[in-house]
C-alpha cells in the first residue's frame, strides 16, 4: 500500500536533493532530524512515484556504504525571471527547480507588460539556446517590484509601474511563452518569491525569518513554517510604506508622506546623492569610494529600516531577520540595521536573533520562482 506523506516533508526531501545538500538517507535523517524510519518512507513513496532513484556507492564513513540518493532528471525547463524598474534578471532552471543560466538585460518597466514580456521572451530563448536547447518549457514564474494579490496573480496599485495597474501578468506570461491553457504560470511578489530562495539555499531551516529585500524600494516577506506569509489578500511585507519617525516627513510615492522608502531605499540614497536617476550600481560605487558623507547617509538610511523593523521582532520573535537586495551588499547598512534593532528590540528578542545579509544574493527570487513551480510541475 503506498504510504501518504506529509507535503512539507516531501518537498524539503526533494529540495534539499536539488541544492545537493544531502546524498544519502543518513543525511536526510540529519537534515530533517527524523527519525530513519520516517526518512525510509519518505524515500520509498519518492522512488514508487519515479521522483528519485538510489543508486551506486556513498562517501564510506565505516560500516556500511551508503547508497546515493538522486532525483530522476525530468525532462524540460523553467522559465524564471524578476523584474525591476530598469533591469529584468532571467533565468532557466530545469523542471527540478534547479537554477541553470541567467542573464540580466535592461528593460523599461514603465513601458508596460506587452514590451516587457517580449525582452524577457526573447532573453530566456536566448538562455536556453545555450543550455538547454530543444526542451520542452514546463512552466513560467515571474516576479514582479509590487503588491501581487494571492490567489490570481493581479497587481494592486503598483506605485513605480504605471500602465500595469489590475492587469493579469498570468495571462500575458502564458501568451508571450506560447504556454498551453494547463501550463503552470507564477506570478508573485519579489520580496517573496526571494525570500523562499533564501529559504531554500539555508537548507530550509526550521524558524521564522523575516526577509527584507532593500532595492529602489523596501520589500518584504516573513517565512514561517517553510511557508511564505501572505496574509488576507497577499499583500503582506509591504514595509516600503510604514511611517516612520525622524523621516522629514517627505512625499512618498505612495501618495503619503514619511514613508520608510523615502528615507533607507536605493532611491531615497539617489535622491539624497543629488541625482533621482542614479542606479543602484552608481549608489554602491559612491559607497565603495568611501566619501564619508554618503557613508554617513547610507548608516542612516540602515539605521531607519532598523527602526522599522523593531515593531515587527518584538511581535514576530523570529529567529532571523536577512536583508538582501542591492543594498545588502553594504557592510554598513545592514550593521546599522543590526545595530538599531540592538538598540531597539527587548534583549530576549535579540538574544538568539541572527541579523544578517542574504546569502542567495542576487538569484534569490529566480531560485525562489523554481523552488515554487518546481512543485507545481511534479
Ligand atoms: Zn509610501
Not at 193 to 198: S, V
Amino acid at each position: 500500500m503506498p504510504q501518504s506523506i506529509p507535503a512539507t516533508l516531501r518537498d524539503q526531501t526533494l529540495s534539499l536533493l536539488a541544492s545537493g545538500a544531502v546524498t544519502s538517507r543518513s543525511d536526510l535523517v540529519d537534515a530533517l532530524r527524523v527519525a530513519p524510519s520516517t526518512v525510509s518512507a519518505v524515500v520509498r513513496r519518492l522512488i514508487e512515484e519515479g521522483v528519485l532513484e538510489e543508486e551506486g556507492v556513498g562517501r564510506s564513513t565505516g560500516g556500511r556504504r551508503p547508497r546515493i540518493l538522486r532525483l530522476r532528471e525530468t525532462e524540460g525547463v523553467l522559465a524564471v525571471a524578476e523584474l525591476g524598474g530598469k533591469h529584468a534578471r532571467v533565468g532557466l532552471c530545469g523542471a527540478g527547480g534547479a537554477l541553470r543560466g541567467t542573464e540580466e538585460v535592461p528593460i523599461d518597466i514603465a513601458a508596460g507588460p506587452e514590451k516587457v514580456f517580449g525582452v524577457v521572451t526573447e532573453t530566456f530563448a536566448r538562455i536556453q539556446g545555450s543550455v538547454a536547447p530543444g526542451q520542452t518549457l514546463r512552466g513560467v514564474g515571474v516576479a514582479l517590484p509590487g503588491p501581487v494579490e494571492f490567489p490570481g496573480g493581479r497587481i494592486v496599485g503598483p506605485a513605480r509601474m504605471p500602465g500595469w495597474s489590475g492587469i493579469d501578468p498570468g495571462r500575458f506570461l502564458s501568451g508571450a511563452f506560447g504556454g498551453g491553457a494547463g501550463m503552470p504560470v507564477i506570478v508573485d511578489n519579489d520580496a517573496k518569491a526571494a525570500a523562499i530562495g533564501e529559504h531554500v539555499v539555508r537548507d530550509q531551516q526550521p524558524g521564522d525569518m523575516i526577509y527584507i529585500k532593500a532595492g529602489t524600494g523596501i520589500g518584504a516577506c516573513l517565512v514561517s513554517g517553510g511557508q511564505i506569509f501572505r496574509g488576507g489578500r497577499g499583500l503582506s511585507g509591504d514595509v516600503t510604506h510604514v511611517r516612520v519617525a525622524d523621516s522629514g516627513e517627505r512625499q512618498c510615492s505612495c501618495g503619503s508622506r514619511g514613508c520608510l522608502e523615502t528615507v533607507a531605499s536605493g532611491a531615497a540614497l539617489a535622491r539624497q546623492l543629488g541625482s533621482p536617476d542614479m542606479n543602484m550600481r552608481d549608489i554602491m560605487v559612491a559607497v565603495g569610494d568611501g566619501d564619508p558623507t554618503v557613508v554617513t547617509m547610507v548608516r542612516q538610511a540602515g539605521r531607519l529600516l532598523g527602526v522599522a523593523l523593531t515593531g515587527l521582532v518584538n511581535f514576530l520573535n523570529p529567529s532571523a531577520v536577512v536583508i538582501g537586495g542591492a543594498l545588502s551588499s553594504l557592510d554598513v547598512y545592514v550593521a546599522a540595521t543590526r545595530g538599531m534593532l540592538y538598540e531597539g528590540c527587548l534583549p530576549s528578542m535579540t538574544q538568539s536573533l541572527t541579523i544578517e545579509a542574504s546569502v542567495a544574493g542576487p538569484d534569490a527570487a529566480l531560485i525562489g520562482l523554481g523552488h515554487l513551480l518546481r512543485s507545481s510541475v511534479s
